[in-house]
Structure formats: structure tokens, C-alpha cells
């Protein structure tokens, strides 16, 4: 394991990280948050670039929970998903804190990328193929060669999600 001391985003450069230290400590995100009492900078890459220095050429699973910052590293990962070097992503969204429409332009992509996006809770799985998840905050976009490993006749919604990854 390799610790890089970056935020994940679409840019290489410096980026604003908001912190709340008092309400939900730890909870930081490129996305200004409502009870934010003081921001940093820190380091940015996208993870595409990253992977093109480390002659990274397939990632089996990318797991996010950024607080929002989920649409700016989707984005660092186009020229990746276009290419087919992500086989799995977990993401938690976090409808209130973006811009509305973002998220859903982020399913978008992962979909015309050729993944197949799903809504996950800890009871069901279901196949999501446009639009926002409806129950739960969290969805998993799968590749075709993902799928036919973890699920041979196709049935994703007969997995148990945790016990899989």
C-alpha cells in the first residue's frame, strides 16, 4: 500500500478543502459545507494521471466517499472510464451538498463509459439505469467483466454486496 498525501479530484494543482472540526469532525470536502469553520489547501491529482505515472493500467475496485467531491474525481477519471481501466466503483452520493444536476451528469458518465450503475442498501440491490437512487445514498458502477466474475448467470441483485467486496 502506497499513501499519497493528495485529494483526488479532476485537476492536478491546489484545491480548497472545507473542514468542520466541531459539527461531524472529520466530514471535509471540496464542496463548501454548511457548518464548515475553516478550510485548507491540500494537493490535488486525478486519479488518471496518477495511474499513467504509476503505469496503473486496470484498477479492479475504486471506493469514494468525499463528502460531494465525488463529481470532481469522476471527472479525473474520464480518459480512465472511456478506456475501460475501472472495473468497479462504490460510491456514497451526497445529493445535498452539489450543485443540483451533477450527480446525475456523474451517472451519466459512468453509464455511456460502459459500466453498469446499480443502487445498493444493505437489504437489496437494483439495477439503476437512469436517474438517482431512490432509497439509499449508495451505488456501485460495474463492468461487464465484473459482473460475469461475481455474478456468472447475471443476477447482481442476488449478491450480497458486502460480503463480495
Not at 29 to 44: C, G, H, N, P
Not at 60 to 84: K, N, P, S, T, Y
Not at 128 to 147: F, K
Amino acid at each position: 500500500v502506497d499513501i499519497v498525501p493528495s485529494a483526488v479530484s479532476d485537476i492536478r494543482g491546489s484545491i480548497v478543502i472545507y473542514v468542520r472540526s466541531v459539527l461531524e469532525p472529520g466530514a471535509t470536502s471540496r464542496m463548501q459545507a454548511l457548518y464548515a469553520d475553516k478550510q485548507v489547501e491540500a494537493d490535488a491529482i486525478a486519479l488518471d494521471d496518477y495511474c499513467d505515472e504509476q503505469g496503473i493500467d486496470s484498477v479492479d475496485l475504486v471506493q469514494m466517499d468525499i463528502e460531494g467531491g465525488e463529481i470532481f474525481a469522476i471527472e479525473g477519471m474520464r480518459r480512465g472510464l472511456e478506456q475501460g481501466r475501472y472495473k468497479a466503483i462504490m460510491l456514497e452520493l451526497h445529493a445535498g451538498k452539489v450543485p443540483p444536476g451533477r450527480l446525475e451528469a456523474l451517472l451519466d458518465l459512468l453509464r455511456v463509459s460502459g459500466l453498469t450503475v446499480y443502487e445498493f442498501s444493505d437489504t437489496s440491490v437494483l439495477p439503476l439505469a437512469e436517474g438517482m437512487p431512490e432509497s439509499s445514498n449508495y451505488v456501485m458502477a460495474l463492468s461487464a467483466d465484473t459482473i460475469a466474475a461475481i455474478a456468472p448467470d447475471g443476477r447482481i441483485e442476488a449478491l450480497d454486496i458486502p460480503r463480495v467486496f
